[in-house]
Nanobody
Framework: QVQLVESGGGLVQPGGSLRLSCSASGITFSRYTLGWFRQAPNKEREFVAVTRGNGGSTFHADSVKGRFTISRENAKNTVTLQMNALKPEDTAVYYC???????????????????WGQGTQVTVSS
């Protein structure tokens, strides 16, 4: 069966960095679009970043552009999210998601993804 397992969350001070990883199994990884989403308490799920399959073009939400970087390593079935210059408003549960044949205009839509990880908590606080 398909599994997505996130790791790397934790508590960090404002301005600090964290690196999230998502390890996938049960899918032909290189063909899949991999996204990171987040959900803060009492807020809707929010798109963070995506790397598309079969080429790996990347996109980031405006709120994280210049601070977060998504990357993938197909040989290791892993997608990572490097998060720098973290702010308190980045506090959320971060989820990894995978989907196939997601058109470009739909990569920010969580409903387009087929599989989700269990999430990892990121807390930015002094």
């Amino acid at each position: 069966q398909v599994q997505l397992v996130e790791s790397g969350g934790g508590l960090v001070q404002p301005g600090g960095s964290l690196r999230l990883s998502c390890s996938a199994s049960g899918i032909t990884f290189s063909r899949y679009t991999l996204g990171w989403f987040r959900q803060a308490p009492n807020k809707e799920r929010e798109f963070v970043a995506v790397t598309r399959g079969n080429g790996g073009s990347t996109f980031h939400a405006d709120s994280v552009k210049g601070r977060f970087t998504i990357s993938r390593e197909n040989a290791k079935n892993t997608v990572t999210l490097q998060m720098n210059a973290l702010k308190p408003e980045d506090t959320a549960v971060y989820y990894c998601a995978a989907g196939q044949r997601i058109i470009l205009s739909n990569v920010r839509n969580g409903a387009a993804y087929d599989y989700w990880g269990q999430g990892t908590q990121v807390t930015v606080s002094s």
